[in-house]
């Protein structure tokens, strides 16, 4: 079957770095999305990695490695707002998405 | 900017009932979907469209049906409604199938369905 592992929740400090693990098995591989969703709203794209290695996007960084089945998401420079649960979602080879159950971030000052 | 919206936002039900979940975009999106969200799982596919008049059954199909007649809308109904579900529905759109290439989805703000 296909699967996706993420912790169900983690907790940081402001102003501290986190990083949010993502393994997954899948038939096929076409990307891997990850989006941030605050409690009670829309999920919000935060990034898409196909090939290996790290995308960075301001405090925000997505890593990939296709051989390991494995991605993070590097959080820099906590802020409160950063509190949220972040999803992981692998296309499959039908470029099916399928979505990890997320990870709640707790931030504490 | 209304982006994808989604009404109503709440609604209970009774076992047996029916009811319509209506999505509208504004951003000309030829492929729209709807997933579910329950707690502990991830989001799963219920149906989705590649453009008007076109539907697909996702993961998730059983006890739901949708209608496409306009590209900007896109209509979840369920025939009759169980306790199964209850959850939190969400729309989502974009510009190129979801899982091709680095097109984000955009979502509306949920819509919380209880069946009682």
């Known amino acids: 079957g296909q699967n996706i592992d993420q912790p169900t929740e983690m907790t940081a400090t402001e102003g501290a770095i986190v990083q949010i693990n993502c393994t997954y098995q899948?038939?096929?591989?076409?990307?891997l999305f990850w989006y941030q969703q605050h409690a009670g709203e829309a999920p919000t794209f935060l990034s898409y990695?196909?090939l290996d290695g790290l995308e960075e996007k301001g405090r925000f960084s997505s890593f990939l490695s296709r051989s390991k089945g494995y991605s993070y998401l590097l959080l820099k420079e906590l802020q409160m707002k950063d509190s949220a649960s972040y999803l992981c979602?692998?296309?499959?080879?039908?470029?099916?998405?399928?979505w990890g159950a997320g990870t709640k971030l707790i931030i504490k000052p | 900017n209304a982006g994808v919206t989604q009404t109503p936002k709440f609604r209970v039900l009774k076992t047996g009932q029916s009811m319509t979940l209506l999505c509208a975009q504004d951003?000309?999106?030829?492929?729209m979907y709807w997933y579910r969200q329950d707690p502990g799982m991830g989001l799963r596919l219920i149906h989705y469209?590649?453009?008007?008049?076109?539907?697909a059954k996702g993961e998730v199909p059983d006890g739901y049906n949708v209608s496409r007649l306009k590209k900007q809308n896109f209509l979840l109904g369920l025939e009759s409604a169980a306790p199964s579900q209850t959850s939190v529905y969400f729309c989502?759109?974009?510009?190129?199938?979801?899982?091709?290439?680095?097109?984000?989805?955009?979502f509306g703000e949920g819509s919380r369905l209880t069946v009682l």
């Open positions: 989502a759109s974009s510009s190129q199938l979801a899982g091709e290439g680095p097109g984000e989805l955009f």
């Open positions: 951003m000309n999106h030829e492929y």
């Open positions: 469209s590649v453009g008007e008049g076109t539907t």
């Open positions: 899948t038939s096929g591989f076409n990307g």
């Open positions: 990695n196909v």
């Open positions: 979602a692998v296309a499959d080879s039908n470029y099916q998405l399928i």
